[in-house]
């Protein structure tokens, strides 16, 4: 990533890319079609906002597949970086910062945790343990370490939140980062060990007595579970807000902004062993 004007430029930035060495198939390839309606959207040369055609969120945070259960790292590889409406809709700071990450093959690695949630018919018993997670990803990412991490599902962010605290600029006020799931979906394959997930998310971000600046990001992912562990697909769009100058015409609803990903993610503890040793899950 390029040197950042300010740390909060590198905040906003690094929430578009929030968020293997082996080659995770095609979407279309790996599903059947009772899951292209999610996945096909890792394929997609634009996208328009998830619910925007009025299909509703599934209820609560996203569920995951028992094969995720336990902590993993993951080998985070960036692959592309494409501007739907053009540089027009995209700020400077990010679209020199991805361009660079491209140019460079960045690769990252941290950790990852699901831990097991409420029973599901359908075996998805694994929730993400975003409060661990999050503080990981965002580290790896601004590359410097995240004060404070805190997650919870408040009866007005039913889908989740994930609050993070960062260091102020030049000893000043901490930076203070809300994300809020507002609206998620998912498809699981038994059969195939396949997972497909999207969600919304609505990150604010403030320091000390500032304007709040908002960004909204879709994260979409498709999981192929393996005999040695898991390969992924991930992409993460960026959308205009109606509070922001791109939000006009060609802008409102549909992403200005696409970085696609790869994941391979090696089991490195089983849920249960952390649970038998009584860390936090």
Request: overall charge negative; charged content about 25%.
């Amino acid at each position: 990533m390029v040197a950042a004007a300010t740390r909060r430029d590198a905040l906003l930035a690094a929430s578009a890319a929030f968020s293997s060495t082996l080659s995770a198939p095609a979407a279309s390839a790996i599903l059947p079609p009772s899951q292209l309606a999610l996945a096909s959207r890792l394929d997609a040369s634009s996208l328009t906002l998830p619910g925007a055609d009025g299909l509703p969120s599934f209820d609560g945070p996203l569920r995951y597949p028992n094969f995720l259960l336990g902590t993993w790292e993951l080998t985070n590889r960036v692959q592309r970086f494409s501007m739907p409406l053009g540089a027009n809709f995209v700020d400077d700071f990010t679209r020199y910062s991805l361009e660079d990450d491209i140019r460079r093959a960045e690769e990252l690695r941290y950790l990852m945790r699901w831990r097991p949630g409420p029973a599901d018919a359908e075996g998805l018993d694994a929730v993400l343990d975003r409060g661990f997670s999050g503080q990981q990803e965002a580290s790896a990412f601004l590359g410097e370490a995240v004060l404070d991490s805190k997650y919870s599902l408040p009866r007005e962010g039913p889908h989740g939140r994930l609050e993070l605290k960062f260091a102020g600029e030049g000893g000043g006020p901490p930076i203070l980062s809300a994300i809020d799931t507002v609206w998620c979906r998912w498809a699981y394959d038994a059969s195939r060990q396949r997972h497909a997930t999207t969600e919304l998310l609505r990150q604010r971000v403030r320091a000390g007595g500032d304007a709040v600046e908002e960004t909204l990001v879709e994260s979409s992912t498709v999981f192929v579970a393996r005999d040695k562990g898991i390969v992924a697909r991930n992409r993460q769009a960026s959308y205009a807000t109606p509070s922001g100058a791109a939000y006009v015409g060609l802008a409102a609803e549909r992403a200005t902004a696409m970085t696609d990903y790869t994941w391979s993610l090696r089991r490195v503890d089983d849920w249960r062993g952390e649970m038998a040793e009584g860390r936090a899950v």
